[in-house]
């Protein structure tokens, strides 16, 4: 058994196709069959069930998949190790981040990330909070900053806080709920909600649609965007909407969860060491979130 059979094992049962897995790979679809079937051979057991040109793990299949993961998990985080260990830096690093905070601070971020580290190649890539989390337990970014919704007990990332972020349930100026002194429970299910949504858990009670009546969307800049040109409802983060509050354009809702708080975190991979460029960029979104 090695490392690139249960790779091809792993890829296979995520995709529940040889071919798919072999473009996700960019390796020989023959290849990587016959890698599968020196797999089960050793084991002498089969770990697919084939239904049409669809794959699907036999019982066998879904007692090992878990430990198969770990193992290259565990490989990774080795390979990263011995990285460190011989002072190798990053040449090209990816980011992934909400859009809790303002572009304009991203893009200061990024221009003084590039003057002060210029042997690393830095990549942001905007996401779904609630997508953070599985975006570094797979490896597909290095790390990843946002408000943290999940709280999950996930062994392969480390949740770092940075900050306290104010959450406010917003509707627009002119928008009858503004107009309220105090608004119960009845009257928000009974208004259009713009909600936030992501791939990776569908089932978050914490990001359950209040109304009954909703939209949802993958950013708070399109929740924001909703609830200024439609009559909607929803809650977003306070530092992406101070100008708004301020012009007086939205109105926090009188609500008993009118305003709650929720953690902005550094999510980085289990047992990586926080690189110099990393350190200097959660101090300055603990900065920022300590200033505002």
Request: glycine share 4%; aromatic share 10%.
């Amino acid at each position: 058994m090695n490392l690139s059979q249960i790779e091809a094992f792993c890829t296979i049962a995520d995709t529940g196709s040889i071919s798919e897995a072999a473009r996700q790979l960019d390796c020989n679809r023959t290849k990587l069959s016959m890698s599968l079937k020196s797999l089960e051979k050793e084991l002498n057991t089969a770990l697919f069930t084939r239904t049409g040109n669809h794959l699907s793990l036999s019982e066998a299949g879904k007692a090992i998949y878990k430990d198969c993961e770990h193992i290259l998990y565990t490989a990774n985080r080795i390979k990263l190790t011995c990285s460190q260990a011989t002072e190798e830096f990053a040449a090209e690093m990816w980011i992934a981040r909400d859009d809790s905070l303002p572009d304009t601070l991203w893009h200061d971020i990024a221009t003084q990330l590039n003057h002060l580290f210029p042997n690393t190649s830095f990549n942001l890539v905007l996401a779904s909070s609630g997508d953070l989390t599985n975006l570094v337990a797979t490896a597909q970014v290095d790390l990843a900053f946002g408000v943290d919704y999940e709280q999950l007990d996930e062994p392969r990332v480390v949740y770092q806080p940075l900050g306290k972020i104010r959450m406010m349930s917003v509707c627009k100026s002119t928008h009858p709920l503004a107009t309220v002194k105090r608004v119960y429970d009845d009257e928000l299910r009974k208004s259009m909600q713009a909600v936030m949504v992501y791939l990776t858990e569908k089932d978050n009670p914490s990001l359950e649609p209040f109304s009954r009546r909703y939209i949802g969307f993958s950013s708070f800049e399109y929740i924001l965007n909703t609830i200024l040109s439609d009559s909607a409802w929803g809650v977003l983060p306070e530092p992406l909407i101070r100008s708004h509050l301020r012009s007086q354009t939205l109105t926090v809702i009188k609500h008993t969860y009118g305003l709650t708080q929720e953690d902005f975190c550094m999510f980085l991979p289990s047992g990586v060491k926080e690189s110099p460029a990393v350190t200097w960029l959660s101090d300055k979104l603990s900065e920022f979130l300590f200033d505002f």
